[in-house]
């Protein structure tokens, strides 16, 4: 009632009215009315004090009003001057993308088939110079009916001079008769010409192999005249080399057949739209038809992604027209 802290808790002056109570009771004293009046003016103190209390420390005040609760997020929308994706643009934009990843692809594979086609099964490689800077290799052509061919060239493969045997044969025949021309002169003069070749003498006694042939994909080559002695030097040798491989040409499997061979396999047993089932075809027609014919394994080696291309060609080619006489691929 009076707010008070704890039972114990007894004003002064209701104390003093107590003990006065005991005592003049004991002395036979009634004093009912004073001490009436004396508990009505402690009650008044009292509730005075608490006023007093409840002003100096007021209680806090909580209004529901200013209690508000986190609004729901509300869902995206567009900038000023835009407009939310619809769900079938974003699939024609999947779609774009899945179409440029295929092309991307196909492009990727193109240039590797590209990249293929200059490779030489067969291979002899010989440095050329002392310090590495040139090679000449001799070699088969494998998609042109394993055409033996010489190939000089610089060790990143970018600058190049490529002969076969009768070509190879008139080019050092017309680099004899003109070899005691090469001498230091002070502007380019043109030494002689081969089928594929201007032959350019330049300053410091360099000879330049320019192609004549607009899709040669090689830069011109550059040699030294120290490096044409050399090449001079060893003609027979390499001549030999061109030699036995137009001797072993004639006996070496047929290509086309081959790739014939791979894809009626593939026909026969499936597995023509996986990789690994296309290389265990061809691995199984080397070993069982081809008795692990090492140009087989050569060319699988070098040229993986032509001899893949080639069999896809032909198994295209039963299934459009369901014929098996299919014309070469090559």
């Not at 996986?274 to 008795?291: P, R």
Request: proline share 5%; glycine share 4%.
């Amino acid at each position: 009632m009076y707010g008070f802290k704890r039972s114990g808790d007894i004003p002064e002056e209701l104390s003093q009215v107590i003990k006065r109570r005991k005592k003049n009771t004991s002395a036979g004293v009634d004093l009912h009315a004073q001490e009436e009046r004396s508990l009505v003016n402690v009650e008044d103190a009292v509730h005075t004090k608490h006023q007093n209390m409840m002003k100096s420390n007021p209680p806090l005040k909580m209004e529901t009003s200013e209690i508000s609760l986190p609004s729901s997020p509300e869902p995206p929308r567009a900038m000023e001057g835009e407009s939310m994706i619809t769900v079938d643009e974003w699939n024609n934009v999947e779609q774009s993308i899945d179409a440029a990843a295929k092309a991307l692809e196909k492009e990727k594979l193109r240039r590797k088939v590209t990249n293929e086609k200059y490779r030489l099964v067969d291979e002899t490689i010989l440095p050329l110079t002392r310090s590495g800077s040139k090679f000449i290799s001799i070699g088969m052509q494998p998609f042109k009916d394993y055409e033996p061919v010489i190939k000089m060239y610089n060790p990143s493969l970018t600058a190049a001079a490529v002969f076969n045997h009768q070509e190879f044969i008139e080019f050092l025949e017309k680099l004899e008769l003109t070899e005691d021309k090469i001498r230091d002169i002070p502007k380019d003069v043109m030494l002689f010409e081969t089928r594929k070749y201007d032959v350019i003498l330049k300053k410091g006694m360099v000879l330049q192999f320019k192609s004549t042939s607009e899709e040669d994909v090689y830069q011109s080559l550059f040699l030294q005249h120290a490096t044409i002695g050399t090449l001079l030097a060893l003609k027979e040798y390499f001549l030999g080399h061109l030699r036995q491989r137009a001797f072993k040409q004639k006996l070496l499997p047929d290509y086309d057949q081959f790739v014939t061979n791979v894809a009626l396999h593939l026909m026969e047993h499936g597995n023509s739209d996986s990789d690994k089932g296309v290389d265990k075809a061809i691995i199984t027609i080397i070993q069982d038809t081809y008795e692990h014919d090492p140009m087989l394994y050569d060319m699988w080696m070098k040229t993986p992604y032509t001899i893949k291309s080639h069999i896809e060609k032909k198994l295209s080619y039963f299934t459009l027209h369901n014929d098996f006489n299919c014309p070469s691929v090559v």
